[in-house]
């Protein structure tokens, strides 16, 4: 059974033996939270899709945003656990620990997203799909079967934890150095690419397994078969807090976009609350003149009470949490009334808004770009003699190791370079490689 003692290090991966003893205004998980912020890859993500084509006129949400909005809703669930933990353990001895629970949650949300690649969740699709179905199938039988499975299975939750972990060429051991605690906190699905799920998810690569099962080791994470680990207790309200914004938030984008009306987002959030509370909410929004705020205000108190039963479902499962059993989303936990309105929610999302033409429109465009990219830059790095190939390997950021002596490693490094390019950029370099934008002309 694992333990809060050892669950909540603030031990840095690749700085196992630095020792400072200097006392410091920020604790060590409030500096992966700062250290990410100035981060590069997270700079990235406000020029990348969460659901909806980057804004023109009207402004909807980004990787970048989503990621803050889930951060800010994390940090305050884990501190409504905290306190509830503290209810109901007042003698353990590892209460003060609970102090830093928020600042690693939040940390985490604020990395969730960062290994995911251009153009929203087809983009995981379509590099997968390269290996899958396109000229990729020629590397396979020369990769072990777990390499192979890497590939075919694409996950951004893999390549979060790789971007976080791995010591790219020219960069520090531990990668971004982060504490063991936020890293684990990320990984919803800790297990290797051989067991990958139906839906093709796993939580590291076979370059990274090692890194992970350090880390497991170190916070008592317990391995239940070859390559299947339990997880961290606090990636559930990683999990929780993008599941509630990943939901609610599109539902207020899609009203801004006009397609959904706000009568039909305003029922839909309505359905949260019992007869008492809507009449109180519908009285609010008569003091309110503008639709945007109306259905901003309903969005609020949506969030806030499924912040607090996804709290109350997280401590009332904590020992069977603990003890590694997989008890599900916490969404899937709450009280019935929030648990079916969601549910409603997100049936709603996919009817209407996920298979609305201006989301189809985006993964069709970008299926088109990153196909013709991993292409032409996978051709190029696993022959590097050609002419074409050697312009092409110049393109290719230094810290991507296009020359190593494994072809895996060669093939991690297009992996690397094409799923942290923004939409823009991925567009502007089809462009340029199709001759049909030059810089002088």
Not at 10 to 31: A, I, K, P, T
Not at 44 to 54: C, E, S
Not at 58 to 75: A, C, K
């Amino acid at each position: 059974m694992m333990d809060w003692n050892s669950l909540i290090c603030d031990q840095r991966l690749g700085m196992e033996d630095f020792s400072d003893q200097r006392h410091h205004v920020r604790s060590d998980f409030q500096r992966d939270y700062d250290r990410l912020i100035f981060s590069s890859p997270f700079r990235r993500l406000q020029n990348k899709t969460q659901v909806f084509p980057l804004p023109g006129s009207i402004f909807v949400h980004n990787r970048l945003t989503h990621s803050l909005e889930v951060s800010t809703v994390g940090r305050s669930m884990a501190r409504e656990v905290a306190i509830r933990l503290r209810e109901k353990h007042p003698e353990a001895e590892w209460l003060p620990k609970l102090d830093d629970i928020g600042d690693i949650v939040a940390a985490a949300c604020l990395c969730h997203d960062l290994g995911n690649p251009p153009f929203g969740h087809s983009g995981e699709k379509t590099i997968a799909a390269y290996f899958g179905e396109g000229p990729g199938q020629e590397i396979l039988p020369l990769l072990s079967e777990q390499q192979q499975q890497d590939l075919l299975n694409f996950e951004g939750n893999a390549n979060s934890f790789r971007l976080l972990a791995h010591q790219f060429s020219g960069r520090r051991k531990g990668g971004m150095a982060m504490t063991y605690s936020t890293l684990a906190s990320i990984v919803k699905y800790p297990y290797s690419s051989l067991h990958a799920s139906k839906k093709g998810k796993f939580g590291f690569f076979s370059s990274e397994e090692e890194i992970w099962r350090k880390v497991a080791e170190r916070l008592g994470i317990p391995e239940v078969e070859p390559g299947r680990f339990v997880r961290h207790p606090l990636v559930y309200i990683t999990e929780a807090a993008d599941d509630i914004c990943y939901q609610i938030m599109d539902l207020e984008d899609s009203h801004k976009l006009k397609i959904l009306s706000e009568q039909e987002v305003s029922d839909l959030f309505l359905e949260f609350f019992d007869e008492s509370t809507r009449e109180k909410r519908r009285k609010v929004l008569q003091t309110l003149d503008d639709p945007n705020e109306r259905v901003s205000y309903l969005r609020s108190s949506v969030i806030g009470s499924m912040v607090e039963s996804c709290a109350e479902a997280f401590v009332a499962n904590e020992e069977r949490i603990l003890k590694g059993e997989n008890v599900g989303p916490l969404v899937e936990l709450m009280d019935t009334r929030l648990r079916d309105a969601y549910r409603n929610c997100s049936r709603t999302a996919w009817n209407k808004i996920y298979l609305a033409p201006e989301v189809v429109d985006i993964e069709l465009g970008g299926n088109q770009i990153l196909s013709y990219l991993m292409k032409v830059l996978m051709d190029a790095v696993l022959h590097p003699e050609k002419n074409y190939s050697g312009l092409l390997l110049n393109i290719f950021p230094k810290q991507y190791d296009t020359r190593a002596e494994s072809l895996y490693e060669r093939v991690q490094s297009v992996l690397d370079h094409v799923s942290g390019m923004t939409d823009v950029y991925a567009l502007d370099l089809f462009r340029k490689l199709n001759g049909h934008s030059l810089p002088a002309v």
